[in-house]
Each structure stands twice: as structure tokens, then as C-alpha cells.
């Protein structure tokens, strides 16, 4: 176009509109990564979520995140150590995840190194804690289509674990393997806090009683009181067949004080919810003791091997020594009294035989 002006006839061109500033070009747009996780995936994160940060410190140790600075390269290493290919793990804990669901914990590793400038994928730092929940914990959402990164555990011990371990791991060879020990007590100690701290104390109690009860089915604790039905308290002689019996106390003439009898028995359902028996019966009552008395209550018995009581009513018991039968507690345990020294205490009925 020809403008004229006061100083001659100049030329100017027209500007035409672009697009340049505002809209970005199609190749330059970031890759969206978004629900690449399989049915099968999400359950297989959702049985294993314990193990997230156990699985991404051995992936993390492998692939050298320290040392790799190329987001390609965290990814197709991390991607792989999670996945069926060739390069997974055999120290994970979870199950493989399909080679798509693996892009996933590849770009969460990649980006708490690179974005967060941490110095492994779950570095505890509070800085990178910060930096994971803002940057790196929405992308893993959306690339898995809804799984939610587990929490942190807290304990300033297990940061310092962690950079022990990131040391160690640098070094190599030695190193290395003290590394891997550490990696792995992270995650048994990590793993026990977690299960601890979500349990209210009604499944505690119930875990206390499976505990108990896997105990007494196997023959290595004597059942609580509470426990005896009052249909299987008789005078039945062992071994005689039929339901599972517990013998009465014996006279009083011949027992133990009973306030001492009583006081163990409840003490025996106390303490072996938290403490396994020393040794395991080589025989009970219930599959015959070998006796000549049809109530072995208030005889002697020699004792075939040492035992020691671990219980708070300890005693020592020596091999060859003799005993008397003060109480029969279950199948498998009977309260006795030392002939020798007459300390009392439990032991095991598989360790006497017959005078």
C-alpha cells in the first residue's frame, strides 16, 4: 500500500495477523499420559501398596537415579524394573505390571528427580515430601486412572536409613549388598508401622486371638480358661478317645495352692499372646501320654531334656530330673513342682515320662 506523507510517497506493507504468540504448535504440546493401568494393574497396586516405597527403592538402586539426569532414560529403566520385560526386578515385592502401567512409576521416578531435584524417587526430605504431593502425586493419578500414591511414613530414623542406604549403593560392591539389607529392613520395619498404625484396637485384639488360636491348633499353647468348655471339663482318662479333654486339678491334699494354679492359668493366656512357647511337644495327652496312672495329677515323672520356662514363673529344669504333676493347664502343659529344690513352674508334658 502507498502511504503519502509530508516528505514523499513512502511504501508499507501490512501487517498480517499470526498466531504464533497465542497458540502453541501441536508438536511442541507435552505428551499427556493418562489411565495406562489395566484393571488387573490397579488391583495388583492396591494388594501391594505396602510395598510402593520398598518397590521404588530397589527400582531407584538399580536404575542408578542418582547418576541418570535424562528423563528418557529414568523412565525406560524404571518402566522396565516394574514391568514383564526383561529388565524387571526380581527384588520387588509387588507383581509385574503391564509395560504401559510401568510408563507410570517411570514418570514419578523421573519427576521426583528432575522437577523435585531429589536424590531418590522417595527421598523423605520434607522439601521433596512437599514437592511429590504438588508436582509428582496428581500426574501418577492421572497416568494410572485414579490409583493415589501412598503416604510418606514418618520417623526422622527412617530419612537417615534412606540416605545411608543411597550412599552405600554409590559405593558398589560391598556397599551394594549392605544397601540391599538396608532396603530391605526399610521395608519390614515400614511395613509393620503401617499395619500397626491402621488397626484399631478391636482387629488388634483379633489379630491377638488368630495368633492364639493358630498357636493352640498346632499344639504349641495351652488354651485360656475362658476358652474350656464346660462339656470338656471331666475326669476322663487321656487318651481314651473321643473330644479333646482337660483334666480337673488335682486334690488338695496333693496340688499346688490352688490361688498359684489359678494365677498361672491366667498368666499362661496373657503371656502367649505375645511370646511363642521355647519348644515345640514331641507328644501330649491327647494322643496318649505314655503313664501308667489314668491321672498322672500328683505323680512323679522324670524329665527327658532341659527346659527352661520363659513365662514369669520361670524354672529351670534339668534332664533326668524329677518332678511331681502339680496341674494339668492343656494337652500340652502341665504345672509342675521340682522335687529337688520344689520350685514350681510350666513345662511341657512331652518332656516326662514315667518314673
Not at 538402586?61 to 547418576?67: G, K, N, R, Y
Request: with cysteine; aromatic share 6%.
Amino acid at each position: 500500500m502507498v502511504v503519502a506523507t509530508g516528505v514523499g510517497i513512502v511504501n508499507a506493507q501490512t501487517p498480517y495477523p499470526t498466531m504464533r504468540d497465542t497458540t502453541p504448535t501441536p508438536t511442541m504440546a507435552p505428551i499427556a499420559l493418562v489411565d495406562l493401568c489395566s484393571p488387573g494393574d490397579k488391583v495388583n497396586f492396591e494388594l501391594n501398596e505396602e510395598y510402593f516405597d520398598f518397590d521404588l527403592g530397589v527400582c531407584g538402586l538399580e536404575c542408578s537415579l542418582d547418576i541418570l539426569r535424562e528423563q528418557d532414560e529414568i523412565n525406560t529403566c524404571v518402566r522396565n524394573c516394574f514391568s514383564v520385560e526383561n529388565g524387571r526386578s526380581k527384588s520387588l515385592q509387588s507383581e509385574p505390571y503391564s509395560l504401559n502401567c510401568g510408563e507410570c512409576f517411570g514418570a514419578y521416578a523421573a519427576c521426583m528427580v528432575l522437577d523435585c531435584e531429589c536424590s531418590a524417587a522417595r527421598e523423605t526430605s520434607v522439601r521433596c515430601r512437599a514437592c511429590s504431593l504438588a508436582s509428582c502425586e496428581p500426574d501418577f493419578t492421572n497416568c494410572t486412572g485414579g490409583l493415589v500414591v501412598p503416604e510418606y511414613y514418618e520417623g526422622p530414623e527412617e530419612e537417615l536409613d534412606m540416605q545411608r542406604v543411597i550412599i552405600y549403593a554409590s559405593a558398589g560392591g560391598a556397599g551394594a549388598f549392605l544397601a540391599m539389607g538396608g532396603v530391605l529392613f526399610l521395608r519390614y520395619r515400614r511395613v509393620l508401622k503401617r499395619r500397626t498404625r491402621n488397626l484399631t484396637k478391636d482387629e488388634k485384639e483379633s489379630m491377638k486371638t488368630a495368633r492364639f488360636d493358630a498357636k493352640l491348633s498346632a499344639g504349641q499353647a495351652p488354651p485360656p480358661a475362658s476358652a474350656r468348655r464346660p462339656d470338656m471339663e471331666t475326669s476322663q482318662a487321656p487318651g481314651a478317645g473321643g473330644p479333646r479333654v482337660y483334666l480337673p486339678s488335682m486334690s488338695s491334699a496333693a496340688a499346688a495352692p490352688a490361688k498359684l494354679a489359678s494365677r498361672v492359668s491366667a498368666r499362661v493366656s496373657a503371656n502367649f499372646g505375645r511370646k511363642a512357647p521355647p519348644q515345640v511337644p514331641t507328644r501330649n495327652f491327647a494322643q496318649g501320654f505314655q503313664t501308667r496312672h489314668a491321672n498322672p495329677v500328683g505323680h512323679s515323672f522324670r524329665v527327658t531334656m532341659p527346659f527352661v520356662s520363659t513365662h514369669e514363673d520361670e524354672i529351670t529344669l534339668r534332664t533326668n530330673a524329677i518332678v511331681t504333676i502339680l496341674e494339668i493347664l492343656s494337652d500340652d502343659w502341665v504345672m509342675v513342682r521340682e522335687n529337688s529344690t520344689g520350685k514350681e513352674g510350666m513345662t511341657l508334658s512331652g518332656n516326662l515320662v514315667d518314673v
